[in-house]
Structure formats: C-alpha cells, structure tokens
C-alpha cells in the first residue's frame, strides 16, 4: 500500500507547478521563434508530456496507473488539465493563418464550382409579346431598326471584323435596374423596377455572365459601381469615368458591354424565347453613332460586331436577340471598337429568365470571338 506523506504531496505540487512554468514559458517565448520549432511542439502528444512527467515524479505516476483509463480520459487528475492547457496555447499560436487559409480555400471551391454551359441544336421558339417587332434594314437574318440618318449599305452591315478578346469589360451605367420580383428573388425597391441590392439587380446578371465567359476561358474585368445613384441624372458621365480608368489599366481591350434592362412599353412587357424546355429573356443591342454631335469614329466597327454576335445566335438560338436598335447618342462606345449596349429583357421579366439567357449569350460569344 501506497503511503503518502504531506511534505511529498507539497514537494510534488510544487514541482508539478515548476514543470507547468517551464512549459509555459517554452510556449510562450521559443514556439514562435521558427516555423520549424512550431512543427515540433505541435507534434508532442499529450501522453508523452505526461510520461515524461511520471518518470520524475513516481508517486503522481503510481496515482495516475490507478485511475481507469475513462478517468484519464475524463480529466481526471490534475496533471491532464496542465498539459491540456499548454497544448491548447500552441494550437492556438496559429489560429488566424488557419482562418486565413480556410477563407481562402472556400473563395477557391466558389470559384471551381461548375458552370453549367449552354447546349446546342435545341428548338428555339419566340414567345409572342405585347410590342410588335420593328426593322428597317437586314444582313443575312440580322435585322437593324435604324433611328439615325445614315443611310446603312450593306458594306456597312457586313460583320468583317476581327477583335482582340484577351479582356472583356463589362459594366452598368444603370446599375440598380431590376425585374419583376419573385418568390426566390423577391427585393425591397429603391424605386420603380429599381434597387440598390446587386444580389437582385442588373449586377447579378453581370456576374452571371461573367462566371459563364470565364468557364469558355476568358478574362472578364465585372464593374459593379453604382452610377445611377443616388443620383439618375449624370449616369453616363460617371460611367465614362469608370471604363476609362479600367480602359487606362487594361489597354488590350475592344470588348466593352454596358449590361442594362430595358425599360420599353409597360411593366408587364417581358420579351422571351423558349430555348429547350426553358423560358429565358430575349437580349437586345444597341449600338450608339456620333449622329448626336459627340465624336465617335468607331460607331460602324460596333455595328459590325453586334451583327457577328448576332449573326453567330440567329444560328445557334434564332430568336434570342431582338433588332439591333441604331441610335444617335454615343453611350460612350466611342471608347473602343466592339463596345455596345446590351439590354436583358424588359420590367416584366423575372431575374430567373434573364440569369438563364447568360449562358446562351456566352456561347454565342464564345463561339464569335474563337
């Protein structure tokens, strides 16, 4: 039988209590020292701390082979609340690199999720609307409603037009443009068909192409600044100054696309195709001239690729784009040679049809700027 005197108890906890400093101060100042060291420490398994203390102090070691090994798993004796706290002190030397990483490593799994791309050889059907189509000229099935006084030639029509794709730009000089609500995507209004939340505005559908050109490999530079508020008046001043700075920053570029909705007839207007078994936002251009005054000696390059695109999608999706619309104003597509408008459906489309139009237009585009 084990007889224990109260001088030992006292000289033991008082080297239990030494054993417990030198740990400490090991943690404390020399863990951090070396990425090396740390790799060490933290290696140490509880159980050879504790032998290792045994070996110097018999009498705790005869106490502790008498408690089962539940007990010892339960904290039992003081020895295990010791070690516990010096290893719960080096795992926590590292707990925001950890943090770090672990943010990281989700930002990483968003990005890989798959894509789904859109198919081809589907049947495509235009879903009759309230707004009759109207066009004034016509290149190969591409049709063009012209509101300028130039008087288009088929020389001007024809798409021969190569572009540098290596970036493409996209933006919203309307930014809080939005849809239709609906049970998933149901928004408070900022005003009329409008909000300040990208998640259910002209944004999302901007990001949604996005994500959809980066799957095919390209470069996508998304800006999501406001220009439309609080302030509406101005919008396409405030926009310039946007696209030229990233135009300063990304000099190869000829893809611009200001993404908006349309805001045409009355709020039940919801232009669509059926693509498949899917019901989608039809997609229209718009492409500005320097009719107005402004300077603008790109205005027919822009013209030649909307009709490539839209060429290229009367072939793979007929009837997913509506006329091409010509106007006087410039909408700052002076600033590079593939630069347009692109309007995604109308007020009365829901966000669901115009997100499921992005996959089409990305293969269309895909496929053009090969």
């Known amino acids: 039988m084990l007889v224990i005197k109260g001088k030992d108890v006292i000289k033991w906890i008082l080297k239990i209590v030494a054993v417990a400093l030198i740990l400490f101060f090991i943690t404390k100042f020399f863990i951090p020292i070396s990425k090396g060291t740390d790799k060490i420490i933290n290696n140490i398994e509880k159980e050879k701390l504790i032998s290792c203390i045994d070996d110097n102090i018999p009498a705790i070691k005869q106490v502790n082979s008498n408690n089962s090994e539940e007990e010892q798993r339960e904290k039992i004796n003081p020895l295990n609340i010791i070690v516990n706290m010096q290893l719960n002190m080096i795992s926590q030397t590292k707990p925001k690199e950890e943090s770090k990483n672990k943010e990281n490593n989700d930002q990483s799994n968003v990005q890989n999720e798959q894509i789904e791309q859109a198919q081809t050889g589907l049947s495509t059907q235009i879903i009759e609307n309230n707004v009759p189509t109207k066009f004034t ?29 290596s970036n493409i730009i996209i933006f919203h000089t309307h930014t809080c443009e939005s849809y239709t609500p609906t049970e998933k995507y149901n928004y408070e209004q900022t005003g009329t068909y409008r909000t300040t939340d990208l998640n259910y505005n002209v944004v999302k559908v901007g990001t949604e192409l996005t994500n959809q050109l980066n799957s095919y490999g390209y470069k996508v530079l998304h800006n999501t600044t ?68 402004l300077e603008h000696p790109n205005w027919n390059q822009n013209l030649k690729f909307a009709i490539k695109v839209q060429e290229k999608a009367n072939e793979l999706y007929p009837g997913l784009f509506k006329p091409i619309i010509l106007r006087n104003s410039r909408y700052n597509q002076h600033l590079t040679r593939a630069a347009c408008i692109i309007e995604v459906g109308a007020t009365g489309n829901t966000m669901e049809q115009c997100l499921g139009s992005m996959k089409y237009l990305a293969k269309v585009m895909s496929e053009v700027m090969k």
């Open 226 to 293: 406001y220009h439309d508020y609080p302030a509406y008046s101005g919008s396409y001043g405030r926009s310039l100054t946007t696209v030229k700075d990233i135009l300063s920053q990304n000099t190869n570029t000829d893809v611009v696309i200001d993404l908006h909705r349309d805001a045409i007839g009355d709020y039940s207007y919801s232009p669509k195709v059926k693509i498949g078994e899917e019901e989608v936002a039809q997609l229209m251009f718009v492409i500005g001239t320097d009719g107005g005054g």
């Open 137 to 165: 000229n016509s290149y190969n099935g591409v049709q063009v409603k012209n509101e300028t006084s130039y008087n288009l030639t088929q020389e001007m029509l024809n798409p021969d037009i190569t572009v540098n794709s």
